[in-house]
């Protein structure tokens, strides 16, 4: 098996990016490691910078169902990620498009897992959890599978301990826009920022997520085989925190991690995080196609227009926005989601958590994410540039694997992937026969901004 090289340079801070980064500073000997983002960690704009993310190994997946286990084994049991876990249960609610809920169940048998789960109807549902979900819209839901073991994670708090312990152990990070590869003949030998500084390094690995297509069309434009092509696809889901009150945050304190992915509803949430934020999520993607004439090619690139991404107010919002998030706060809770509407927005590309000066503002922003036609991740070389490494596209599931996505980023540094993990994730896979990534947006912004 080939060795680490002795210098690697990371370009994006997010999950892919930061656990790499700590996985090789573990090594022994460990390489020189520059970890580089736009901005002081955690960078507010990766899709892995947010409040909380749901954690879970429910997949229909034999493969991610495996990988969930061992990674959910770490969030409870590693001091590193544990302080950050919070094991709430998850209820999911799916149609046919995801896949069977039977087969979940199957999985975790030939895994030989009790994980507790169950199957409830929608009016058991309605009578649990304090009767939260009694006025939830459960149209064409047949069963929901509740899985106790399952939970969630405050995301922006566990993404910047893991650089921190990163930098702890000699990674070095820097903050600023990567303008370029450097790329020359067929070898990256490094990189160029926005503000004309040059870093080198032995391997260069791209953990850029949505940002992947135009990185590598701004650095070899006229080199079409260096490009992504179809393999990548930025997209973006809407998302909105609520701030609560302390009684309100009581009154949903006993609330589940809850997906429900039929009907109108079309979206998720979980319970309040400790700072009392409410979140829920529209899993109803979009893209933002542009074209690109260096290349010569069109592809879905993050919003940088701040007049079409925040507003002041939900009436100010284009009425396509208002009524993404109104669908789903409404169809999970009901009426008890009234009087949660916010007063303040920001619908952004580049946003985190922010708040107003009265600190009463509730964040409404996109969580994009770089997002494969088979839903599987890429952590493989770049077959047609030497010294080149991909380790991205979460494909808005990657997140979840944040204690162990770097590990196996460093077992294809060291060709020490399985057999099933190469062909998972190598660059040049076929998607043909395969089925199809549900989360591949369907739709641009434009149509939801209509």
Same mark, same amino acid.
């Given at each position: ?306 007049? &079409? $991404?925040?507003?002041?107010? !939900?009436? =100010?919002?284009?009425?396509?926005? %208002?009524?993404?998030? /109104? ?101 040049? &896979? $076929?998607?043909?026969?395969? !089925?199809? =990534?549900?989360?591949?947006?369907? %739709?641009?912004?434009? /149509?939801?901004?209509?």
């Amino acid at each position: 098996m080939p060795p680490l090289a002795t210098s690697y340079i990371i370009v994006g801070a997010g999950v892919f990016g930061a656990s790499t980064a700590l996985s090789l500073s573990q090594e022994n000997p460990s390489p020189t490691v520059i970890l580089i983002d736009r901005t002081p960690f955690p960078c507010p704009i990766a899709a892995s910078h947010d409040i909380n993310k749901i954690v879970r190994s429910d997949y229909n997946d034999l493969f991610y169902c495996k990988l969930g286990l061992q990674t959910l084994e770490r969030w409870r049991k590693d001091p590193l990620y544990s302080q950050w876990y919070h094991q709430s249960g998850l209820a999911k609610a799916t149609d046919e498009r995801f896949g069977n809920v039977q087969k979940i169940f199957d999985n975790y048998k030939e895994l030989g897992v009790d994980v507790k789960a169950e199957l409830l109807s929608p009016s058991e549902m309605r009578t649990r959890f304090e009767g939260l979900y009694a006025d939830a819209d459960f149209t064409d839901v047949d069963d929901i599978l509740w899985n106790p073991s399952s939970g969630w994670a405050e995301a922006a708090r566990a993404l910047k301990a893991t650089i921190e312990a990163a930098v702890a152990n000699g990674v070095h990070y820097v903050s600023a826009p990567v303008a370029t590869l450097i790329i020359e003949d067929e070898c990256c030998i490094g990189i160029r920022t926005e503000d004309g500084r040059t870093f080198s390094a032995s391997k260069t690995i791209l953990s850029t997520g949505a940002y992947t297509a135009k990185l590598l069309a701004d650095s070899a434009p006229t080199r079409p085989e260096l490009q992504v092509g179809d393999r990548i696809t930025a997209c973006a889901v809407c998302e909105v925190a609520v701030n609560l009150d302390p009684e309100q945050a009581k009154k949903f304190q006993n609330a589940a991690a809850f997906v429900l992915d039929v009907g109108k509803a079309q979206g998720e949430t979980m319970p309040p995080t400790p700072d009392r934020q409410l979140k829920f999520i529209r899993d109803v993607p979009f893209r933002n196609t542009t074209y690109d004439p260096a290349s010569d090619q069109s592809f879905s690139v993050p919003l940088t227009n701040a007049e &079409r $991404s925040q507003w002041t107010s !939900p009436q =100010n919002m284009p009425s396509g926005i %208002r009524q993404e998030i /109104d669908t789903v706060m409404k169809g999970i809770y009901g009426k008890e989601a009234e009087g949660l509407r916010p007063d303040v927005c920001r619908f952004c590309w580049y946003a985190s958590s922010p708040k107003d000066e009265s600190g009463s503002a509730v964040l409404t922003k996109p969580y994009r994410d770089g997002v494969t036609p088979d839903n599987n991740w890429y952590i493989c070389p770049h077959p047609r540039c030497q010294n080149l490494c991909i380790a991205t596209a979460g494909s808005f599931h990657g997140w979840k694997f944040l204690p162990i996505i770097g590990q196996h980023v460093v077992e294809m540094l060291k060709g020490e992937l399985t057999d099933e993990m190469t062909r998972r994730w190598e660059w040049d &896979r $076929s998607f043909e026969g395969k !089925p199809k =990534n549900v989360l591949l947006a369907e %739709r641009e912004l434009r /149509d939801l901004e209509d």
